[in-house]
């Protein structure tokens, strides 16, 4: 099935999901959607291993924190550590401040908000769902009218209407920049 958003608007049907493909700007919103797919996929897939890499990352600043508190006077051995510690990261250094703007720009961005990350999340586990559920299986997906079925499935509703609702408001916001 290839999205166009230059196909007509032809549908008079009272069903929702019919009206929203109807709309010049759904359809627009979905073609890019679509042919941004990789990128989205692979900004997911980042978002997440950084999220799960999360405690481990913070547990780490953590430590060299502790080791870095100087309890008392004399307490070389600690502060050696704490060195050996950061002199293992600084091949980093250079990398990270080479994309220092980029690394804040995303810390400040929107993407790591908590609802984003919920979201990010949940489309993660459902393309792992996916692709467990179709692996290395003849995909056997029938015609227009088997389409048209799976349709009136309330789950597959659901999913498409969060697609055109985030169509509609990424085609907005692509509209406004």
Do not use: C, W
């Not at 929702?16 to 797919?37: F, G, H, K, W």
Request: avoid cysteine; hydrophobic fraction near 45%.
């Amino acid at each position: 099935m290839t999205l166009s958003p230059d196909l007509p608007a032809v549908s008079h049907s009272t069903d929702p999901l019919d009206a929203m493909m109807s709309d010049p700007e759904t359809r627009q919103a979905l073609a890019v959607i679509v042919a941004n797919a990789p990128t989205l996929a692979a900004l997911s897939a980042m978002a997440s291993q950084l999220l799960q890499r999360g405690p481990e990352i913070a547990d780490n600043v953590n430590a060299l924190v502790r080791q870095l508190r100087v309890e008392g006077a004399g307490d070389e051995h600690r502060i050696g550590d704490a060195i050996g510690s950061l002199s293992s990261l600084a091949p980093l250094a250079p990398a990270l401040a080479a994309r220092t703007d980029t690394i804040t720009s995303l810390l400040d961005s929107p993407v790591l908000a908590p609802e984003v990350v919920e979201v990010v999340g949940r489309v993660g586990n459902a393309a792992v769902e996916a692709d467990a559920a179709t692996r290395g299986k003849q995909a056997q997906v029938g015609g227009a009218f088997a389409i048209l079925r799976e349709l009136k499935d309330p789950q597959v509703q659901e999913g498409l209407a969060f697609l055109f609702a985030f169509a509609k408001a990424f085609g907005r916001q692509q509209s406004q920049a």
